[in-house]
């Protein structure tokens, strides 16, 4: 289990890998984010990025997916309070292989509330060139280490 202490400033973690399908593309965008270029391979070209993108908010999903999956699955994590940025850099196209990681750029313990304290990251998200598509700051609340008595 991974407590709020085990989290150190400078502290990184891979968070693994994800492709990402046409299909699956499709099907998120259909649902959450009907904008042409997200859908038609027809409207795709005709936009300024030349073939279908997977929507931004796949993106930040599937990423948090692979955060979860590497870190918070087997955490005490208690939720998080929000993101102070999210940028979408370049697009993600289908058959993408994203990389993601996050580094650990501060840890406080809540002054009101002993039994909590949050991990501040900064997130990038690579493709399978080395190019960075996405970057997020976000902080996560995490229960202290209990005591033994």
């Keep these: 289990m991974r407590y709020f202490e085990d989290f150190q400033v400078g502290q990184v973690h891979e968070l693994g890998t994800y492709e990402v399908t046409r299909e699956e593309l ?42 979860v999956r590497a870190v918070l699955e087997d955490s005490a994590s208690m939720g998080s309070p929000g993101l ?4 979408w850099l370049r697009p993600v196209r289908p058959g993408d292989t994203l990389s993601a990681r ?40 995490f229960r202290r280490r209990p005591t033994t008595t």
């Excluded at 959450?32 to 908010?57: C, N, T, V």
């Excluded at 102070?84 to 940028?87: I, T």
């Excluded at 501060?106 to 509330?113: C, D, F, G, L, N």
């Design 84 to 87: 102070d940025e999210l940028r």
């Design 26 to 67: 499709l099907a998120f965008a259909q649902q959450y984010d009907p904008q042409p270029f997200h859908l038609d391979e027809e409207a795709g070209r005709r936009s300024i990025y030349g073939s279908i993108i997977a929507s931004g908010w796949q993106t930040a999903a599937i990423c948090h997916r692979l955060l």
């Design 102 to 141: 996050i580094e650990v750029l501060e840890v406080s313990p809540s002054r009101s509330k002993p039994d909590r304290g949050s991990v501040k990251t900064r997130m990038e998200v690579r493709n399978q060139q080395g190019e960075v598509v996405m970057t997020e700051l976000a902080s996560v609340l």
